[in-house]
């Protein structure tokens, strides 16, 4: 990366700081009229009932967050100069942020803001979309390159399918920390993704119990099952939906232990968790699944 720690921490240009509710120049106006607003007589108009009647105000702190873990999921451009990115935090689960300037020539942004490198993000405000003023990369993860990119393309598009915004994920970001490490070190990547995919439908709500099936009973290495994505494991059976991928007891166990070394538990958690996304996501399509599909790495 071009830009080193020191370099990439940058506050927005003047101009592209967020604009306050009015322009300067009609701020003694604004509060000549509330003062004369106050005089006015009336019940409500003295300074005790007033305040009485006025809302609390939050604190401004509680919408400035300075320095949160985060990575950069999806980046794309907001007017001539400027970007929305969506970030995946530590603490705040999927924002997004206005980076205004970065795509100016000059802006050091434009070298801090790119996918799967862990950044330390600043941001204002409380609306839909905030406003980041400060990102500084953190450092201390390989980049990942070939197939390593695509699975990890793959993994940010489920982040932004499987996670509603501001919903704080704090297991599954750790996770992701991990899964990024693994694929940049060149781990098998079914292995990889298989335990990504568990942990992330388990911190979403889509808790798998793979070791017993839905009648209580435990799972045994040389049963045949299958899941029901709204019940759970059960034994298979010809009259069940045909549509439900048939798998040993022996690939439910090794999936329970994160063990994906056998090839038929690897063939056959392939099967189940492309079924189970599919059926989770309603059937929208992942974009980036095809393409690994296509080139037979998934």
């Not at 010809?238 to 056998?262: A, C, F, K």
Request: glycine residues 6%.
């Amino acid at each position: 990366m071009d830009d080193g720690p020191n370099d990439a921490r940058m506050m927005p240009p003047a101009d592209d700081r967020p604009d306050d509710d009015f322009d300067a120049s009609e701020r003694p106006v604004a509060r000549a009229a509330k003062k004369r607003a106050r005089a006015v007589s009336s019940p409500m108009s003295s300074p005790v009932a007033a305040e009485g009647e006025r809302a609390p105000r939050r604190p401004r702190s509680e919408f400035r967050i300075a320095e949160q873990p985060g990575f950069v999921l999806h980046s794309y451009p907001y007017r001539e100069t400027s970007l929305i990115i969506d970030v995946f935090s530590r603490d705040f689960g999927r924002v997004a942020l206005v980076a205004k300037g970065a795509k100016r020539p000059h802006s050091a942004l434009r070298g801090v803001l790119q996918t799967f490198q862990p950044l330390g993000l600043s941001w204002s405000g409380k609306g839909e979309v905030r406003t980041l003023t400060t990102a500084e990369w953190v450092g201390g993860m390989l980049p990942l390159a070939g197939d390593a990119l695509l699975c990890g393309f793959y993994v940010n598009e489920l982040l932004v399918k499987f996670c509603a915004r501001d919903d704080a994920h704090p297991a599954l970001f750790n996770h992701y920390v991990l899964t990024l490490s693994r694929l940049a070190h060149d781990e098998p990547a079914v292995q990889v993704l298989r335990s990504f995919e568990r942990v992330l439908l388990r911190e979403t709500g889509y808790a798998m119990n793979l070791m017993r099936t839905v009648t209580r009973q435990p799972v045994v290495p040389e049963g045949r099952y299958v899941f029901d994505p709204d019940r759970g494991v059960r034994e298979a059976a010809d009259d069940l939906h045909v549509q439900w991928p048939v798998m040993s007891g022996q690939t439910l166990i090794d999936m329970e232990r994160d063990d994906y070394t056998n090839p038929q538990t690897a063939a056959q958690s392939k099967t189940l968790m492309r079924f189970l996304l599919n059926h989770y996501l309603g059937g929208t399509p992942l974009a980036t699944r095809q393409i690994l599909i296509d080139l037979q790495k998934l």
